[in-house]
């Protein structure tokens, strides 16, 4: 059986082409907002911190949000032919200024919070290295973790952000029917 070559954009109808935006759009919602449910979340500040970042020169700009997202914090693509035809759209990363310590990629500084987290803790008790998550619950420590330690990577790799990503691409479908 031959495999079928790319598809031919430029022949797709407009609506077919909306749909095809909707479908990115909403699977970065759906991604966005998984990552928010995984991940740390002690005043909020990092969970709202998520954003979409268009890739090519006549996307609309980042649109803000919070969690959890909508289709209207992700930027929109204009229905051109080149537009649609780009394989990569969107870029999810967070933009809060310690988003590389709360997604455990480096090690920090923790210092305790007089406020009570907005997501249930995890874990407690000694922080054994400066990873956010390394929280050892058999020690007598203070530290205390609302998401445990690799979430990030766990999400990426575990299947979790494959399966918004289907996600998203099935309301899509729906809405567009």
């Known amino acids: 059986m031959a495999v079928p070559s790319r598809i031919d954009v430029s022949k797709m109808p407009a609506d077919l082409?909306?749909?095809?935006?909707?479908?990115?759009?909403?699977?970065?919602?759906?991604?966005?907002?998984?990552?928010?449910?995984?991940?740390?979340?002690?005043?909020g500040e990092f969970r709202?911190?998520?954003?979409?970042?268009?890739?090519?020169?006549?996307?609309s700009s980042i649109s803000g949000g919070s969690y959890p997202y909508r289709i209207s914090d992700i930027p929109e693509y204009p229905l051109t032919v080149k537009e649609v035809a780009r394989v990569k759209k969107y870029e999810i990363t967070n933009t809060a200024p310690y988003a590389v310590y709360a997604l455990?990629?480096?090690?920090?500084?923790?210092?305790?919070?007089?406020?009570?987290?907005?997501?249930?803790?995890?874990?407690?008790?000694?922080?054994?290295?400066?990873?956010?998550?390394d929280v050892d619950s058999g020690g007598s420590g203070n530290a205390n973790s609302t998401a445990p330690l690799d979430w990030y990577m766990t999400y990426i790799r575990g299947g979790a952000m494959q399966n918004a990503?289907?996600?998203?691409?099935?309301l899509a479908i729906k809405r567009g029917l």
Do not use: C, H, Y
């Open 104 to 133: 455990d990629l480096e090690e920090g500084k923790f210092i305790g919070q007089d406020s009570s987290p907005v997501k249930s803790i995890v874990a407690s008790g000694t922080r054994s290295s400066g990873l956010r998550g």
């Open 17 to 43: 082409r909306k749909l095809v935006n909707d479908m990115a759009r909403l699977a970065a919602v759906e991604i966005m907002n998984g990552l928010g449910d995984a991940g740390p979340a002690w005043s």
């Open 48 to 59: 709202d911190s998520w954003v979409a970042v268009p890739f090519g020169p006549t996307a």
């Open 165 to 170: 990503l289907q996600e998203g691409v099935q």
